[in-house]
């Protein structure tokens, strides 16, 4: 294996601290994308941290104090007071399409669409920016 980190020390200090607050800008800059791209996403592909180790998120959007609160409660609490303005209406119309599927199914303790939650991503891909204007999956990612 190798080392792609280094030795940390974050994960340890999230697990143990009384109060866990991390920061993060909601959007990183682009050479493609004049807002940048955004830090919060529907589904990351890799996490160093879970869910259960935080406590409080910080962007220069908001603070959002997690604590106590339930999946569904934590993601909507961070798309009101983390995500940066331009994306907020894109990560809202996922999650609320999200909740109204994974409901009428029974799951929705943790509302997921696989088959839509890294179009984001692939959007950054092909096109330069996480910008999209619709989740179909069935209409190409610039449209």
């Known amino acids: 294996t190798?080392?792609?980190n280094g030795l940390g020390g974050s994960g340890d200090f999230l697990r143990n601290g009384y109060l866990k607050i991390m920061h993060s800008p909601?959007?990183?800059p682009s050479k493609t994308d004049p807002t940048g791209i955004t830090c919060v996403v529907p589904k990351a592909p890799h996490i160093d941290h879970t869910e259960h180790d935080l406590d409080v998120l910080v962007t220069e959007q908001g603070l959002a104090d997690l604590r106590g609160l339930a999946p569904k409660?934590?993601?909507q609490t961070i798309i009101d007071k983390c995500v940066h303005p331009e994306y907020k209406p894109i990560i809202q119309e996922y999650f609320d399409m999200a909740k109204k599927e994974c409901l009428a199914k029974g799951i929705g303790h943790e509302?997921?669409?696989f088959d839509r939650c890294f179009k984001m991503q692939q959007n950054l891909a092909q096109n330069g920016t996480m910008k999209i204007k619709?989740?179909?999956?069935?209409?190409?990612l610039c449209e």
């Open 111 to 113: 509302p997921q669409l």
């Open 26 to 28: 909601s959007v990183r």
């Open 134 to 140: 619709n989740w179909d999956i069935n209409i190409d």
């Open 2 to 4: 190798r080392m792609i």
């Open 73 to 75: 409660d934590r993601a």
